[in-house]
């Protein structure tokens, strides 16, 4: 496949015109029709039919643009890595992490990146999920963690790769159940409940849980960011779930206590990447690591 045809297909299909595409890569409308017609010549393949005035994608041709899409942005960081590298320093390795996310769970995640590796310096920033996703397309972060898959509003050139699922735990302060009798999880509507965000994956499935039990949550605070949350808690503001991965390690830290666990909600927790098949060695050693760990809790 000659990769010049295949760019002038790419830039065509980008555009939405040949005449569009032909201005922006400084060629004439001719040239680059007519070297359309021998990628397609030779593909054996029509990759845009008419509709109309205007030309669209065939089937084969929106297949032909991912693999464009992912090859021209994987020759594009290439280009960005090798001219910004700088020599006998080590990698960088920039990853986006949602506020949702308990700092200890996305410790555990990312810890396998740079374990063992001197060639690597991690920068991890931790934003809202939109802002993420809009860092990761433009190339400043290598990854995202994340505890829902890229929005369907949110249109990014971008892949999910899932990492680890886990169920709900409910802590609460051991003040707070000290004079309460009621069994779980009929104790949910009678003590105070912390909340994630509106933002947080499970936040929906969770509201629906306490609509079929029949539960209406005195909520006395809702949180974006998980530390904030449990700061709260341990305050003696009251009771929150947690994934039930990381649900020992906050009792180990004092104060609280489990009043329940919760196997109808599911957290499932993502590396969103502008890789469909996973290159890049740091986020190739975090999900691996993420496959071993799944495999450790299922046993």
């Known amino acids: 496949m000659n990769l010049k045809h295949l760019f002038y297909f790419w830039k065509v299909a980008k555009l939405g015109s040949i005449a569009r595409a032909a201005e922006a890569i400084n060629v004439t409308p001719q040239t680059l029709s007519g070297q359309i017609s021998l990628l397609q010549k030779n593909l054996g393949t029509k990759l845009f039919a008419?509709?109309?005035?205007?030309?669209?994608?065939?089937?084969?041709?929106?297949?032909?643009?991912?693999?464009?899409?992912?090859?021209?942005?994987?020759?594009?960081?290439?280009?960005?890595?090798?001219?910004?590298?700088?020599?006998?320093?080590?990698?960088?390795?920039?990853?986006?992490?949602?506020?949702?996310?308990?700092?200890?769970?996305?410790?555990?995640?990312?810890?396998?990146?740079?374990?063992?590796?001197?060639?690597?310096r991690i920068v991890c920033r931790e934003w809202r999920i939109d802002r993420l996703l809009s860092e990761l397309c433009v190339h400043r972060l290598d990854l995202v963690i994340s505890?829902?898959?890229?929005?369907?509003?949110?249109?990014?050139?971008?892949?999910?790769?899932?990492?680890?699922?886990?169920?709900?735990?409910?802590?609460?302060?051991?003040?707070t159940m000290a004079n309460n009798l009621l069994p779980f999880p009929a104790c949910l509507a009678t003590i105070p409940l912390l909340l994630p965000g509106e933002d947080a994956g499970f936040r929906n499935d969770l509201q629906i849980w306490f609509e079929r039990q029949r539960i209406h949550p005195r909520v006395v605070g809702e949180f974006d960011d998980n530390a904030m949350m449990v700061a709260f808690a341990k305050a003696g503001m009251g009771a929150f779930p947690v994934p039930t991965i990381v649900a020992d390690e906050y009792i180990g830290t004092g104060g609280l206590t489990i009043i329940g666990r919760i196997n109808q909600v599911k957290i499932n927790y993502f590396a969103i990447s502008v890789e469909r098949r996973l290159k890049h060695p740091c986020v190739v050693a975090i999900t691996q690591s993420a496959k071993n760990f799944s495999s450790d809790l299922g046993e």
């Not at 290439?78 to 986006?96: D, N, S, T, Y």
């Not at 308990?102 to 374990?115: N, R, W, Y």
């Not at 505890?147 to 003040?175: G, K, M, W």
């Open 50 to 120: 008419r509709k109309g005035r205007s030309i669209v994608l065939t089937e084969a041709g929106a297949m032909a643009m991912e693999y464009a899409d992912e090859m021209f942005a994987l020759s594009d960081e290439m280009e960005m890595m090798l001219k910004h590298q700088p020599k006998g320093r080590p990698q960088k390795f920039c990853v986006g992490v949602s506020d949702a996310i308990p700092k200890s769970l996305a410790f555990k995640l990312l810890q396998p990146a740079v374990v063992g590796n001197e060639g690597v």
């Open 147 to 175: 505890d829902c898959p890229i929005p369907s509003s949110f249109n990014v050139r971008a892949y999910n790769h899932q990492l680890i699922e886990s169920d709900l735990t409910f802590l609460a302060p051991e003040a």
